[in-house]
């Protein structure tokens, strides 16, 4: 063997051919998982700053996983970092604060604030993980309200490209950019992060058969523009299968879900949902006044990992028509399965907060996302696009957090906008050899 492949190093090691290579190196995301040259299992900040000093010394790029949700290309060369190990959560509730391991999802997150009647900004899925979802911004159940999650981040704790690890707080230029650049930077061991005294809410799903109901979208987009920042909501629809599971009030049938989230006390929410509610074609409904810690029932994802891409564009503006081509989309005729996805946007999203979140002014968030079969990826892609298509007008980039596809260069920069320029020069100056590409990759001015 090469010393190459033999590093001296304490820190837990697997390599191809291993017991436990193929389980750490996949994730959430099943298509075309890293393939790496070494993963270290990493159990702490000390055998992050060995990998990444290894994986310097030896000429390979790191890549960074925690759970997997948001793998957007494979690494072949790279030095894999995972951090699923390093899952301490630990709360202030003095601070009104959390200290989170690269590794914590959000779940064990809300599970250790919930006792102190807190919440932190955690998004449709608690599953994904809470670090690289707020690193890229982070848009969760409650964003109207309290904005991005990078918005309250207090300090990040950072292993840079000289194998390094320092702690970067307001005033420091990292500090800026890891909110919301990404994993660009560095690799982030611990985050600490704000949290809200939110114990409940009042959220759900409203599902409608969207051949009763054509007029779903308009009326939800007419209903986004009456509520107040205590509302955050979003229009799904899909195909649902006609197979036994499926529950029969939606099986085999073309579904709109408004997924719902209220700060509000039960009455006040069903005033607000009154119009919702006086559309035709409901045939399920889970709203209700729930804890925080069942947050996850408002969006009801599905919790298996599965093979998916997706596309998406935050908008200035969703035009009715184009929006209704949409539809057409969650027809069972089309050759891969399609949910598309409207969140609404705006609200404490659009203030102006110096981070490197960009297109804070953006309306709606519109996204596309399929489940792929090998050999389909291009098919998908085609879709996808098209799919984009009628709304490019309105399009003010992608959100990169929301994308699970390789992006060409042009559109990596529109996603990070007029934050790009300054975003590079930090590059240059702080990696400049690209250690850190695995990613929504800033090039190096
Ligand atoms: C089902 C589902 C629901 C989602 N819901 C939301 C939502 O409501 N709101 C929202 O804003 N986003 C949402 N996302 C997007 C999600 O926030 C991103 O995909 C996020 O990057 C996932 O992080 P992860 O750790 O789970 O995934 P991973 O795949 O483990 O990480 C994603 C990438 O982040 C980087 N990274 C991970 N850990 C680190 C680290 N410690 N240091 C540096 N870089 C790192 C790496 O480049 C890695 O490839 C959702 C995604 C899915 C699949």
């Known amino acids: 063997m090469t010393e190459k492949t033999e590093p001296r190093m304490t820190a837990p090691v697997l390599r191809p051919g291993d017991p436990g290579y193929d389980e750490e190196r996949t994730g959430f995301q099943l298509l075309d998982p890293h393939h790496p040259e070494l993963i270290v299992t990493a159990h702490g900040e000390q055998d992050v700053r060995e990998a990444v000093g290894y994986a310097r010394a030896h000429g390979h790029s790191v890549a960074v996983q925690a759970t997997g949700h948001g793998l957007t290309s494979a690494a072949q060369d790279a030095v894999l970092i995972s951090t699923r190990a390093m899952t301490e959560v630990s709360i202030d509730p003095v601070a009104r604060t959390a200290r989170i391991g690269a590794g914590a999802t959000w779940r064990q997150v809300i599970e250790a604030s919930a006792p102190h009647g807190l919440a932190p900004l955690s998004g449709s899925f608690p599953g994904v993980g809470a670090v690289s979802y707020t690193a890229n911004g982070g848009i969760g159940l409650l964003a109207r309200r309290y904005g991005f999650a990078a918005d309250h981040v207090r300090a990040v704790e950072l292993v840079t490209a000289d194998g390094a690890l320092s702690r970067r707080t307001e005033g420091d230029e990292l500090f800026w950019a890891v909110r919301g650049g990404g994993g660009n930077f560095g690799v982030i061991t611990a985050m600490e992060i704000g949290l809200m005294p939110v114990r409940r809410l009042y959220g759900g799903v409203l599902y409608l058969d969207l051949e ?175 799919a984009l298509a009628p709304f490019e007008s309105a399009a003010l980039g992608p959100a990169l957090g929301f994308t699970f596809d390789e992006l060409d260069q042009d559109t990596v920069r529109a996603g990070y906008g007029a934050r790009y320029p300054r975003l590079a020069e930090l590059k240059a100056a702080h990696d400049p050899e690209n250690l850190f590409r695995h990613n929504h990759n800033i090039r190096a001015r």
Not at 219 to 231: A, D, G, Y
Not at 308 to 320: E, K, M
Not at 327 to 355: F, I, K, W, Y
Request: charge should be negative; aromatic fraction near 4%; charged fraction near 25%.
């Open 212 to 386: 009763r109901s054509p007029d779903v979208i308009e009326e939800w987009l007419r209903w986004t523009e009456t509520v107040p920042r205590t509302v955050t909501s979003a229009l799904a629809m899909l195909p649902f299968p006609d197979l036994d599971g499926v529950p029969e009030p939606l099986r085999g049938k073309r579904i709109a879900q408004l997924q719902l989230a209220l700060l509000e006390e039960p009455e006040d929410a069903e005033r607000i949902l009154a119009p919702l509610r006086a559309l035709p074609g409901q045939v399920l409904d889970t709203l209700r006044e729930l804890p925080y810690t069942e947050s996850g029932a408002v969006f009801a994802e599905p919790g298996q990992p599965h093979a998916y891409r997706s596309a998406n564009r935050l908008l200035s503006a969703v035009d009715p028509a184009a929006a209704r081509s949409l539809a057409e989309l969650s027809s069972a005729e089309q050759p891969v399965m399609c949910v598309t996805q409207l969140r609404h946007l705006g609200g404490a999203l659009a203030e102006p907060v110096d981070n490197a979140v960009p297109h804070r002014e953006a309306k709606y968030l519109l996204g596309v996302l399929s489940p792929v079969e090998p050999g389909q990826v291009e098919l998908v892609r085609a879709l996808h696009r098209d």
